[in-house]
């Protein structure tokens, strides 16, 4: 690993840590206790993945920033996380659970935006290619049930199509690895067994 790419892992890896704290600071409300973690394991995650083998085009990171943007969108448009019915929290929970599960699996692989470290096909990876980007889409439909507006809705049909252009845009940076190809013929779906 280069000493730019680890100095920037490691400023990265530490802000998204201080975001993990700074958040608990604010409130004690289940979902913020998610986002916590969920934080804490993006930071530590940051600080020790491996070197990069293959960065996504300038194209593939601008068509997937939009995607991490949304589902922030959808909790600021939500209601207060303290007035969140338990329904909303249980769901959002769940997908929490299902991101911050599939990261640890990812490893030292994780990335934020589309690159080539290693391929991972264990875990909630050998059900579907993007159990994380499932659990993302989770919370955001937790934040619509938190909160139902025109707002939250938007957020919620602007979440899916985003998700899958960068899933495609992901997918794209993946396959200059073979062992991605394989896996693609034994994991077939992206997000949703026996849909797509």
Same mark, same amino acid.
């Not at 959002?92 to 911050?100: E, M, R, S």
């Not at 899916?160 to 993946?174: A, C, K, N, W």
């Given at each position: 690993?280069?000493?730019?790419?680890?100095?920037?892992?490691?400023?990265?890896?530490?802000?998204?840590?201080?975001?993990?704290?700074?958040?608990?600071?604010?409130?004690? @409300?289940?979902?913020?206790?998610?986002?916590?973690?969920?934080?804490?394991?993006?930071?530590?995650?940051?600080?020790?993945?491996?070197?990069?083998?293959?960065?996504?085009?300038?194209?593939?990171?601008?068509?997937?920033?939009?995607?991490?943007?949304?589902?922030?969108? @959808?909790?600021?448009?939500?209601?207060?996380?303290?007035?969140?019915?338990?329904?909303?929290?249980?769901?959002?929970?769940?997908?929490?659970?299902?991101?911050?599960?599939?990261?640890?699996?990812?490893?030292?692989?994780?990335?934020?935006?589309?690159?080539?470290?290693?391929?991972?096909?264990?875990?909630?990876?050998?059900?579907?290619?993007?159990?994380?980007?499932?659990?993302?889409?989770?919370?955001?439909?937790?934040?619509?049930? @938190?909160?139902?507006?025109?707002?939250?809705?938007? @957020?919620?049909?602007?979440?899916?199509?985003?998700?899958?252009?960068?899933?495609?845009?992901?997918?794209?940076?993946?396959?200059?690895?073979?062992?991605?190809?394989?896996?693609?013929?034994?994991?077939?779906?992206?997000?949703?067994?026996?849909?797509?």
């Amino acid at each position: 690993m280069s000493r730019t790419e680890r100095a920037f892992n490691v400023l990265l890896g530490l802000s998204v840590l201080s975001w993990a704290f700074l958040g608990l600071l604010h409130s004690l @409300a289940v979902p913020q206790l998610v986002i916590a973690v969920l934080n804490a394991v993006v930071g530590v995650l940051l600080l020790l993945r491996s070197p990069l083998v293959q960065s996504g085009s300038v194209k593939a990171l601008l068509l997937s920033l939009p995607s991490v943007a949304v589902a922030g969108c @959808a909790l600021k448009l939500s209601a207060p996380l303290e007035a969140w019915p338990w329904l909303a929290q249980a769901i959002f929970v769940i997908g929490g659970a299902l991101t911050v599960a599939s990261f640890l699996v990812l490893g030292r692989s994780f990335a934020i935006l589309p690159a080539l470290r290693s391929i991972t096909t264990r875990g909630p990876y050998r059900v579907v290619r993007h159990p994380a980007y499932v659990g993302e889409l989770v919370m955001v439909v937790a934040c619509v049930v @938190a909160g139902p507006s025109w707002a939250t809705l938007a @957020a919620l049909a602007a979440a899916v199509p985003l998700v899958v252009l960068r899933i495609h845009v992901e997918e794209r940076t993946l396959r200059d690895d073979e062992r991605y190809e394989e896996y693609t013929r034994a994991t077939r779906y992206r997000l949703m067994p026996g849909l797509w």
